[in-house]
């Protein structure tokens, strides 16, 4: 009798160990990483980072030099390579490019995600797409370039027309005082040539404003198509800030991403 109790013991606890080791392990969640563009800053991306925090996700958005496309998506892959476990890696504007680069060589990126973005292929400039298409009208809204002592110069939207060309659909106050602090980008940089973009082997993500002045809807549309994104939303209506003016749908896309099986 004590036999059989002893058999059926063990087959139980067998049986126990069994179903306790086919459970599946915790999916862990992978970290978003933010990548600002010209004429904006980190800060750009709170209301995003907000609603990614409180879903669970951890959050770094990084200080994009706005220098060169090579020279940032370097500090940007820096960030990556310190980072364990995968990574949802998102920009915006000139940001894009930026992670196109940045992703190369890191394998724990996991997803890019273009937010009103661009995402060259080798030997395009961000100059050159957002004219392939009408609409911009970035050129007649800047400031008077600032000559650096290298001979190089900085861009600026002039404060004045910052509200309309760069956040239309953000209140006004709150558009007064991102034209403040504003981050300049070297003209450089939006005529640096882009080397082999991740997005080829990487899934992608786009999600853009239907009234973006800054690159026009079409050119997004163009290279989403070109970039076989995974999903693409258009939000009517949405300014070059798109990230900024309708954070909830920023950060649907980017959960989207990071939780796809990709």
């Known amino acids: 009798m004590k036999a059989i109790t002893s058999i059926a013991f063990a087959a139980a606890l067998i049986g126990s160990t069994a179903a306790v080791s086919a459970a599946p392990a915790t999916a862990v969640k992978p970290t978003v990483v933010l990548v600002h563009g010209a004429f904006a800053d980190s800060s750009s991306w709170d209301g995003v980072a907000a609603k990614l925090q409180a879903d669970g996700y951890s959050v770094v958005a990084a200080a994009n030099p706005l220098r060169s496309v ?3 998506a370097e500090a940007v892959s820096s960030v990556v390579k310190g980072i364990k476990g995968p990574v949802v890696l998102v920009g915006h504007s000139y940001g894009g490019a930026v992670i196109s680069t940045a992703a190369q060589g890191n394998a724990n990126v996991k997803s890019l995600v273009y937010v009103a973005a661009f995402a060259p292929d080798a030997g395009e400039n961000a100059i050159e797409l957002s004219g392939r298409f009408p609409g911009s009208t ?3 809204a800047l400031a008077t ?3 650096l002592p290298d001979g190089g110069k900085d861009l600026y939207i002039d404060q004045s027309k910052f509200h309309q060309q760069f956040a ?3 209140p006004k106050a ?3 005082l991102m034209a403040v ?3 300049p980008i070297a003209e450089a940089a939006l005529k640096e040539a882009a080397g082999a973009p991740a997005w080829k082997n990487v ?3 786009f999600v853009y404003g239907t ?3 800054n690159i026009p809807a079409a050119a997004l549309k163009f290279m989403a198509e070109r970039a076989q994104s995974r999903k693409t939303v258009e939000v009517a209506g949405a300014s070059h800030v798109v990230m900024t003016s309708h954070p909830a749908e920023v950060a649907k896309l980017i959960e989207q991403a990071a939780t796809a099986q990709n």
């Open 211 to 213: 009234a973006d002045k």
């Open 138 to 140: 970035l050129g007649g």
């Open 181 to 183: 602090g504003q981050r």
């Open 145 to 147: 370039p600032v000559t």
């Open 203 to 205: 899934p992608s993500y």
């Open 70 to 72: 090579k020279g940032d």
């Open 168 to 170: 239309a659909d953000v």
């Open 174 to 176: 709150k558009a007064q």
